[in-house]
């Protein structure tokens, strides 16, 4: 009786098995997801890649690429008749030989004198002399004698000036007259406080 039912309900058992095979065709594949993990590389990673390259061209703009060099031209291997040949090189030098301790040094000329006169002395400070004053702008050309007292007047010529003095007197309000004789005059500059001599000289 249930062989009759199941023939009669053939269609509703060919729909449940087609559900059943879909169901377990979409289980199998979600399960495969989960455990298999994305076969297909996120956004994130391209964004990344995005930038990255940026960042590159960035830093390609800032400053030149380096250059790549090939190693396939580098020969690691270790040439023994090469080291040889270095070493049978012989040091032909013409001065003295600095491997060897027989050998005398090279003499080093001592210099001659100092430059100094003496090594220990140290440059003084000294302060710079004073100005010399100027020589007085006067001639003593000439004399005369008191008959009574026997003076001597002296005679002096400042310019176009002439002036007539005995010893104490002052010349234009800055020579002093000191002694005098026949042959020269002593005469003090009072601005430099300076005394000097005047020798007797033709007008």
Do not use: C, W
């Amino acid at each position: 009786m249930a062989l009759a039912l199941g023939t009669e309900n053939k269609r509703q058992v060919i729909l449940v098995v087609v559900l059943f095979v879909i169901v377990l065709g979409v289980g199998g594949v979600e399960l495969y997801k989960t455990f298999a993990g994305p076969s297909a590389p996120t956004s994130p990673p391209a964004q990344a890649q995005h930038r990255n390259s940026s960042n590159g061209a960035g830093n390609a703009a800032a400053g030149n690429e380096a250059q790549k060099l090939s190693n396939a031209d580098i020969d690691p291997a270790l040439h023994f008749d090469k080291l040889a040949q270095s070493e049978d090189v012989a040091y032909s030098g013409s001065g003295r030989n600095i491997f060897s301790a027989d050998s005398a040094p090279v003499p080093i000329p001592q210099p001659i004198a100092s430059a100094r006169p003496n090594g220990n002395t140290t440059a003084q400070n000294t302060p710079p002399p004073p100005p010399q004053p100027p020589a007085i702008d006067l001639k003593y050309f000439g004399y005369s004698q008191d008959d009574q007292n026997k003076t001597l007047k002296a005679f002096f010529v400042h310019g176009d000036d002439i002036f007539m003095a005995r010893t104490g007197d002052i010349v234009d309000h800055r020579y002093k007259v000191g002694a005098i004789h026949p042959l020269n005059v002593e005469v003090t500059d009072l601005a430099y406080n300076n005394t000097q001599t005047l020798t007797l000289s033709a007008f």
